[in-house]
């Protein structure tokens, strides 16, 4: 088996939503290459249980690392790409959106205007 990239572990980050196939973290490093962060539009009629998950993947972010840059470490590649170039956006330039060191932070006022839940002390899943 090839050497697994280096990649930040979050420990006390939640691995995904309860009760669905959300995850927010992954396990290990890819052995094919690093999933690219790309922005994916959100639809307006998504599924109310994909609404949570943003929310409460961004309730995770911002009670793990409040408005200060992070790393992207094994935080799940397609759950930040539904933020990215919106509530979530590059720390660094140039940025890597393909790299698992890629340092990324929260633009607090656009998330707490499309996310004003997931800024509250509990989140209710």
Excluded: C
Aim: glycine letters at 6%.
């Amino acid at each position: 088996m090839p050497k697994l990239p280096d990649m930040t572990k979050h420990r006390g980050f939640p691995s995904g939503l309860p009760g669905t196939g959300y995850q927010f973290t992954i396990r290990r490093a890819n052995p094919k290459g690093v999933s690219p962060i790309v922005e994916r539009k959100r639809q307006p009629d998504r599924d109310p249980t994909e609404k949570l998950a943003d929310t409460a993947f961004l309730h995770a972010l911002w009670h793990q690392f409040g408005p200060e840059p992070f790393e992207r470490g094994n935080l799940d590649a397609r759950r930040l790409s539904f933020l990215f170039n919106r509530e979530v956006v590059p720390a660094e330039k140039p940025f890597d959106p393909a790299s698992y060191e890629a340092m990324l932070m929260i633009d607090v006022d656009v998330a707490r205007a499309n996310f004003p839940e997931a800024f509250e002390d509990v989140l209710e899943v």
